[in-house]
T-cell receptor, first 114, second 108 residues
Framework: NAGVTQTPKFQVLKTGQSMTLQCAQD?????MSWYRQDPGMGLRLIHY???????DQGEVPNGYNVSRSTTEDFPLRLLSAAPSQTSVYFC?????????????FGSGTRLTVV | AQRVTQPEKLLSVFKGAPVELKCNYS??????LFWYVQYSRQRLQLLLR??SRESIKGFTADLNKGETSFHLKKPFAQEEDSAMYYC??????????FGKGTKLTVNP
């Protein structure tokens, strides 16, 4: 049981480049979320999804796109990377209330934009 | 709106001393509250959820609805408890909102 898998673990981008951070879970969880973690800021919610085909914005959505075509996958796209997007990105998933105990997190993607 | 406040960015205690990490929340309904722990450069792990009323690694947390608090406590801190601790709230929507975290250092 792999849980939540994020790829890549590390990435360096040049300003203006695009990329997709991958997230997959094998627990059949309905809820999936993307967070960014910055020193002194804690974890801030970027986008989240409550099921396939349904996504919504979190606290800091600008510069990021998401889609949820399957229950398992929830990729995060940076269309034109900026240095302000240098951060550690975490994907997380959770089952419906009463079916699982809180969100399970991936191991993170450390992104540097130069 | 959902909001979680962790007033202490840093907390330092000696081994064997009691520790309390504070968490206050703002939410108009009945929230579900969690504590997550992140050891150095690792993924976040669920430590406690208020509904289960468990004790994990000696930590406990009680939801005080009157004071809108969910403080994390341990009577005798250990060096291996050194980590970042995040309080989180899940309200009526499905999203999970975090506080800014408290870095706990347990000195020998």
């Amino acid at each position: 049981n792999a849980g939540v898998t994020q790829t890549p673990k590390f990435q360096v981008l040049k300003t203006g480049q695009s990329m997709t951070l991958q997230c997959a879970q094998d627990m059949n969880h309905e809820y999936m979320s993307w967070y960014r973690q910055d020193p002194g800021m804690g974890l801030r919610l970027i986008h989240y999804s409550v099921g396939a085909g349904i996504t919504d914005q979190g606290e800091v959505p600008n510069g990021y796109n998401v889609s949820r075509s399957t229950t398992e996958d929830f990729p995060l796209r940076l269309l034109s990377a900026a240095p302000s997007q240098t951060s550690v990105y975490f994907c997380a998933s959770s089952g419906l209330p009463g079916t699982s105990y809180g969100y399970t997190f991936g191991s993170g993607t450390r992104l540097t934009v130069v | 709106a959902q909001r979680v406040t962790q007033p202490e960015k840093l907390l330092s205690v000696f081994k064997g001393a009691p520790v309390e990490l504070k968490c206050n929340y703002s939410y108009s309904g009945s929230p579900e509250l969690f504590w997550y722990v992140q050891y150095s450069r690792q993924r976040l792990q669920l430590l406690l959820r208020h509904i289960s009323r468990e004790s994990i690694k000696g930590f406990t947390a009680d939801l005080n609805k009157g004071e809108t608090s969910f403080h994390l406590k341990k009577p005798f801190a250990q060096e291996e408890d050194s980590a970042m601790y995040y309080c989180a709230l899940q309200g009526g929507s499905e999203k999970l909102v975090f506080g800014k975290g408290t870095k706990l250092t347990v000195n020998p």
